[in-house]
């Protein structure tokens, strides 16, 4: 977690934009970190540790990209992470600034309202990193629409899908934790990453699929571990019992964990909801591929990003300028 000197306080009267000191308590904690990166240093020991992540995931990107014969310089990217209370934007953008990406020359907005290095690709809509929940959906091709670069294409397709409201559940299970968000999608998009995302996210460590593998043969410590998650869900799910639940996706390196699925399915059924009208679509890449959801859909943000921000699909005379076609 992201704490101590390098986070910024939790004071809304003193930080609220436009309050009336506009940030001014935070000004040291600022300070700080810009020091730290005027002597070369990542902003917080934190950001170190992201950017050491993000230099090892762009050497193996280049890798690959060169193993199959196609341009191997990554000069930026989108980064999608957990929906962490603790793990800030400003961290996000300073760990790709520290690991050597840069975003200024290609085309998109810099995020000019916020104080953070030009780093990671945004466009007009789109202008915070995706938590995994935006990404995941982007992921498996949920909700956004195919032909990106046609405005007409993605109005027919909009038209085809109707007003139906769709109510996502994010499961991201993971060996050492199990953390679910949710989102509302009212319609299909280019890629409909809100301009503010604010889930509401649950995380639970003690809930990885770690715990129950060391139960081995302990059928009580099995019983209680499954327990647990049918609770951990349960009162999620239950909090958003106003719309029927309608899709699950199934995410992390342990999201085929066998009977995973099927408890989470369960669990929404049996609240007995009278919202919930049938079983929510289950999402789910096998073969190990489930790790990399998030990761395909930051991936397709990128290229969409690269391709036609927003607003680069409109008619000649209606394009902004900074659209590369």
């Known amino acids: 977690m992201i704490t101590d000197i390098y986070s910024p306080p939790y004071n809304w009267y003193f930080d609220a934009p436009g309050g009336p000191f506009a940030g001014a308590y935070d000004m040291p904690r600022v300070a700080w970190r810009r020091i730290r990166k005027k002597v070369g240093l990542a902003a917080s020991p934190q950001v170190g540790a992201l950017a050491t992540v993000l230099k090892d995931l762009r050497t193996t990107a280049s890798a690959a990209l060169t193993k199959h014969g196609l341009p191997s310089i990554i000069e930026a990217a ?27 020359n290609l085309p998109g907005v810099e995020v000019w309202y916020l104080d953070f290095p030009d780093t990671l690709l945004t466009d007009m809509r789109y202008k915070r990193q995706p938590k995994h929940q935006d990404a995941a959906q982007i992921g498996f091709k949920v909700g956004v629409c195919d032909d990106y670069l046609s405005t007409a294409g993605c109005n027919q397709q909009r038209a085809e899908a109707g007003k ?21 999608r009212h319609s299909v998009d280019w890629t409909d990453v809100l301009y503010y995302q604010q889930h509401e996210s649950y995380f639970e ?25 049918e609770k951990f869900v349960g009162g999620y799910a239950n909090r958003f019992s106003f719309i029927n639940l309608t899709d699950v996706l199934m995410i992390g390196e342990s999201a085929e964990f066998p009977d995973f699925k099927e408890h989470v399915v369960q669990t929404i059924m049996a609240l007995g909801l009278s919202t919930q009208t049938s079983e929510p679509a289950v999402h789910l890449q096998k073969n190990g591929q489930s790790l990399f959801t998030a990761s395909k859909g930051a991936a397709e943000m990128a290229r969409r990003v690269l391709d036609a921000p927003y607003g680069c699909a409109w008619p000649d005379n209606e394009r902004p300028p900074h659209c590369r076609r």
Do not use: C, P
């Open 205 to 229: 460590a003690s809930l990885g699929v770690a715990s129950l593998m060391a139960a081995k043969n302990d059928m009580s410590r099995k019983t209680a571990y499954w327990n647990d998650v």
């Open 78 to 104: 989108v980064v999608s992470s957990i929906d962490l209370v603790a793990l800030y934007d400003e961290d996000i953008y300073d760990a790709a600034e520290h690991a050597g990406l840069s975003a200024e």
């Open 164 to 184: 139906t409201t769709r109510n996502f559940l994010t499961v991201h299970v993971t060996r050492q934790g199990l953390a679910l968000e949710s989102a509302l």
